[in-house]
């Protein structure tokens, strides 16, 4: 079992920044890969960032050159960094981790943009 803890969502205007926090109860040496999904209401939970454990890094093309995410082994924790932020990025950005082929998925954070 992982258990992930989302953190650092909040209310933003556009142009502006914020960085959401997902730490593990284990270690994150052990996981798979790490990734930031996001669902905007009425719309299906869609991929925003992915970093493996050997630090390959995938991107949406929606957030690139935006958004960055990063992960501290140490901490257990992986991070993303939102910047130059727009209304649509509006959404709950839930935290995923992949162990032994497993997917366990934090509570969310809620994330809005005004314009």
């Known amino acids: 079992q992982v258990q992930l803890v989302e953190s650092g969502g909040g209310l933003v205007q556009a142009g502006g920044s914020l960085r959401l926090s997902c730490v593990a109860s284990t270690s994150i040496f052990s996981i798979t890969s790490m990734a930031w999904y996001r669902q905007a209401p009425g719309k299906q939970r869609e991929l925003a960032a992915t970093?493996?454990?050997?630090?390959?890094?995938v991107y949406a093309d929606s957030v690139k050159g935006r958004f960055t995410i990063s992960r501290d082994n140490a901490k257990n924790a992986v991070y993303l960094q939102m910047n130059s932020l727009k209304p649509e990025d509006t959404a709950v950005y839930y935290c995923r981790a992949e162990k032994f082929g497993y997917a366990y998925w934090g509570q969310g954070t809620q994330v809005t943009v005004s314009s």
């Open positions: 970093i493996a454990t050997g630090g390959s890094i």
